[in-house]
């Protein structure tokens, strides 16, 4: 089970999205555009992708984690602990 399979449509496209913000990069530095231009354009792919790993934290938390823990057992544990490492590598990001 996925988290984001009733809306994968829409998480496709959210991804689409910064993969075009990547493409935009490498579109800047090919035309030689000013080194700070290029850095903004950094800062905004990298808050997308972070938005976007929020999101799929939340739904995991929400989905994933809840069902484990409803249920009991070493399961629940385990999503805690997945969840628990996740978060540690966001914040180390």
């Known amino acids: 089970m996925v988290s984001y ?3 994968k449509d829409d998480v496709l496209e959210r991804l689409r ?5 990547v493409r ?3 579109r800047m530095v090919e035309e030689d555009t000013y080194c700070i231009d290029v850095l903004t354009q950094v800062s905004a792919t990298t808050r ?11 739904e995991h ?3 994933c984690v809840r069902t484990a823990v409803a249920e009991g057992g070493e399961d629940g544990d385990l999503k805690l602990k997945e969840a628990r490492d996740a978060i540690a590598r966001l914040v180390r990001s």
């Open 61 to 63: 938390m929400y989905t």
């Open 24 to 26: 935009g990069l490498q």
């Open 5 to 7: 399979g009733k809306h």
């Open 17 to 21: 999205r910064i993969e075009g913000q």
């Open 48 to 58: 997308a992708l972070q938005s976007f790993a929020l999101q799929m934290l939340d």
